[in-house]
């Protein structure tokens, strides 16, 4: 569990754990496609075997983050750093040396595994990105051994992705993933378009990969319960922008955007007495449109407990007690501020 003390602008503790090194580093990150906003200045930075949870609703500009990192798309402002090195613009062949620091897992795994080849040829691919060529027979060794480590058999290496089910080939995507060693691993969603059944089994295969090989990891989901399974660091989207940031004990126990207590007070939880005790919290209209995002806080349009202020300027994102970092007026230097879930706004240190 990373510890989140005294950080700089993006969230990097220095002090925390001086001995990993920081893998990911997002500085001021903007992705804007036309006239679509769907990246607007995010920074963060996750280090070595640390599981950074990144939520928020769809069209939150999570996803894109995420293309971003593995320069599926170049990002229109701000800096992209990949184990120490600056990828943001780099070419596609300037950016050999660096792919195999990071890999992608995808939603959905029929549409990200090709349908022609062999599932032996996929989970080689990223092999080809190793200096020195490996013998056929090496080759065959390297990828039963990565079938096994996802819990296949290695004969599945001759079958097409169409004969598995939906699991198996999230099992074969994660298997390439992982074939070049990677120091990161975005996996963007990547139960949610499987049976209920089996999500949670590939969950923990996740959570047991990432625990032995101690990769980091930036987990893109809109799942709380998987988050509150995998993470060390939550950090919240809404519109283009991180609403909050922290630690996940931190985020579960005090959350302190209005929009990250929104969003516990709506995510299922286990148990039946804590359920039925909770307060829901309506958010009233759908997200607004990133092609034209309300100004001031974006989330002032749904927030409620928004002040005048709110529509008019923009909250900082800032450290605020607990080593949380909070994008709201509302919550005061010591952490203090509203909790939309029991209505019951704090006055105490109100800045507002
Ligand atoms: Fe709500 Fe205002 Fe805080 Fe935004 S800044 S979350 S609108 S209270």
Redesign the pocket.
């Known amino acids: 569990m990373t510890t989140v003390e005294q950080t700089d602008d993006t969230g990097v503790s220095p002090e925390a754990t001086p001995e990993r090194e920081v893998v990911l580093e997002l500085d001021d990150l903007v992705m804007h496609f036309g006239q679509v906003r769907a990246v607007d200045g995010v920074s963060l930075s996750i280090r070595r075997g640390q599981v950074t949870a990144l939520v928020g609703e769809s069209g939150s500009g999570k996803s894109t983050v995420g293309r971003c990192i593995v320069r599926l798309v170049e990002p229109t402002a701000g800096t992209v750093r990949l184990a120490g090195h600056d990828v943001t613009h780099l070419s596609r062949r300037e950016l050999r040396p660096h792919r195999r620091d990071v890999a992608i897992v995808f939603q959905d795994p029929a549409g990200s595994l090709d349908p022609r080849m062999l599932v032996g040829e996929i989970v080689a691919e990223p092999l080809r990105l190793q200096a020195g060529r490996l013998s056929r027979r090496e080759r065959a060794e390297r990828v039963a051994d990565g079938l096994r480590r996802v819990g296949l058999r290695p004969e599945v290496a001759r079958r097409y992705p169409h004969e598995l089910s939906g699991g198996q080939r999230q099992r074969v995507s994660l298997a390439r993933a992982l074939m070049s060693a990677p120091k990161l691993l975005v996996a963007d969603e990547p139960t949610s378009a499987l049976d209920v059944s089996v999500q949670a089994a590939v969950l923990n295969l996740l959570a047991d990969l990432q625990r032995d090989i101690g990769f980091a990891c930036l987990f893109i989901t809109h799942d709380l319960a998987a988050v509150e399974y995998l993470a060390d660091d939550i950090a919240v989207m809404y519109l283009g922008q991180l609403a909050e940031q922290g630690s996940r004990e931190e985020i579960f126990a005090r959350p302190r955007?209005?929009?990250t207590q929104a969003l516990l007070a709506a995510a299922p939880i286990a148990d039946p007495v804590r359920q039925r005790s909770r307060v829901p919290v309506l958010l009233g209209d759908d997200l607004p449109s990133a092609m034209d995002p309300p100004p001031g806080?974006r989330?002032?349009t749904r927030?409620p407990?928004?002040?005048a202020r709110?529509s008019e300027e923009v909250?900082a994102l800032r450290l605020v007690g607990g080593g949380a970092r909070v994008a709201?007026?509302?919550v005061a230097q010591d952490g203090t501020g509203?909790d939309v879930r029991t209505d019951a706004p704090s006055t105490t240190g109100h800045p507002a």
């Open positions: 955007h209005p929009y806080c989330f002032h927030c407990v928004a002040v709110c909250p709201c007026h509302l509203p």
